[in-house]
Structures are given as C-alpha cells and as structure tokens.
C-alpha cells in the first residue's frame, strides 16, 4: 500500500464523504424516530388483529420491519436511500477508480512513480474500505442518536451494534471489490460502472422481491444483500455463515484484480 497515494485519495474525497456521512446520519436518525411516532401504534394494531396477518408481510423490507426498534434500523439500513447513499463509494468510487483514470489518461502518471499496478490496486482497496466503513457507521451513529432522543434506546441491543457495522461493512465491500475488479478490466468507465451497478440492482432486486413475494423466496440466496440481515444481526448477534460468505466473495475479486490488472496491457487513451 502506498500511504502518499492514500492520502491524495483521501483528500480528494472527503468534502463528498461528509456530504455522505451527514446525509446517512440522518436518514440513520429517522427510523428510531419513524418507529417512535408510528411503529409501536402500528405493532399495537397488528397485535390485535385489526390488519389481517396476510397483510403484514407488505410491512417487511428486507430484513426490516416497523414493529422494533431493531427492525426499524433494519428497514432503514437496506432501504433505497441508504443503498444509494452508501453506493456512492461502494459503486461509484470503485468502478471509477481505475478506469475512470485510465479514460481521463492520468493512470500512466501514477504507474510512471515507483507504484507498482498491485501497490495502487491495493491502496484503492484500502480507501474504498475506509469510506464504506465510514459511511456504513454514520448510519448506525444516526440510529443511536435518534433511538436516544425519542427514548426508545432501551428496546435496542447495542451490544450488537458493532457486529452490525461489520456484516455491514462486508456486504457493500463486496460490491466495492466488484467493482474495483470491474475497474481494473476496463479502459473505460461505462463498462466496468454497468457490471458493477448492474451486479448491486439485480442482487438487489431478488432479495427485496423475494421478501414481498413468498413465490420468489427460493431467490434470495442468490442475491449478496440476502447476507445482510440487520434485524436478526441485532437481536442474535453474528451470522457466521452470511460473514463468511461475504469474506469468500471480496476474496474472490480481490485475487482476480491481483491477477489480472498486472498482466492486461494499458492502450493509449482515444
């Protein structure tokens, strides 16, 4: 890893990991809040079977639900926005980090300095992981703050909270090491952003399709947001199996990139 290339790319992308930080904070800030003002009338509701049972499986998203504070967390933490949010580095940071250079031409004046292509693929890595890691923490940062404001912070385990962060954190690695893999293949952007992009809305569709329509269940497994389950993560603790998986898939493309971006050759930019 190359620490001077770390900090350029760290510098030159903190005013957006701020900007991503506070908006994650807030949307983590809104679901105790959310359940607070509407989740325990609603559990009430349910409980006494006024809302058909059939009816309740359209109040469950992912692995998130408006019934506990946890599954209100749950909800906010595969929901769309914080997808999007996150995804700016997950997706878009890594998808860009090598063929965005290589189209703008400037990827030869790094590899023209002692850094090796694995030396800079490992250092993107690292800073990939950093930003996720961040920005996946901001959300569960927001959580506490709004489950602490709105007197709910009793009904959630947080002791759990940072065995969360990691199952987090893993899952949004893998697609950012999708995508850094997607980078390091391609001499533009379009290319490796669609695989990457293309990787993130397909697996997530079949999981949130498969948590709305019993029919599509069979689905799941093979989506990588099915090995993040935040509701269960909270009340239980680790899901050694959805971790493990997760570590075999960055594995994965962390040792294609390792082979393939040393071997492929560098065309001149047109």
Request: glycine share 10%; no cysteine.
């Amino acid at each position: 890893m190359n620490t001077a290339l770390l900090g350029h790319t760290w510098r030159s992308q903190r005013l957006k990991l701020v900007v991503v930080g506070s908006g994650l904070v807030l949307w983590g800030f809104l679901m105790p809040v959310i359940y607070a003002t509407f989740g325990v009338d609603f559990r009430r509701l349910t409980d006494s079977g006024v809302i058909p049972e059939q009816f309740t499986q359209f109040t469950e998203f992912g692995g998130g639900d408006l019934f506990s504070v946890a599954g209100a967390i749950g909800l906010g933490f595969v929901h769309p926005i914080a997808l999007l949010l996150i995804g700016v580095f997950a997706v878009g940071f890594a998808a860009a980090a090598v063929a965005g250079e290589r189209q703008r031409g400037t990827l030869e004046v790094i590899l023209a300095r002692p850094v090796s292509r694995r030396t800079l693929y490992l250092t993107l890595f690292v800073a990939t992981l950093i930003f996720v890691a961040t920005a996946v923490g901001a959300v569960l940062v927001g959580a506490v703050v709004g489950a602490t404001a709105f007197n709910v912070i009793d009904e959630l385990p947080t002791g759990n909270l940072p065995v969360l962060w990691l199952n987090g954190t893993l899952l949004f690695m893998a697609l950012g090491a999708i995508g850094l893999a997607a980078s390091v293949s391609f001499d533009r952007l379009t290319p490796a952003l669609g695989i990457t992009l293309g990787v993130t809305i397909v697996s997530y569709f079949l999981e949130i399709l498969g948590s709305l329509w019993p029919d599509a269940e069979p689905l799941q497994p093979y989506s990588l947001f099915h090995y993040l389950q935040p509701r269960e993560v909270l009340n239980e603790g680790m899901q050694t199996f959805d971790v493990g998986l997760l570590l075999v898939v960055i594995a994965a493309a962390v040792i294609y990139a390792l082979l393939a971006f040393p071997r492929r050759d560098i065309a001149a930019p047109s």
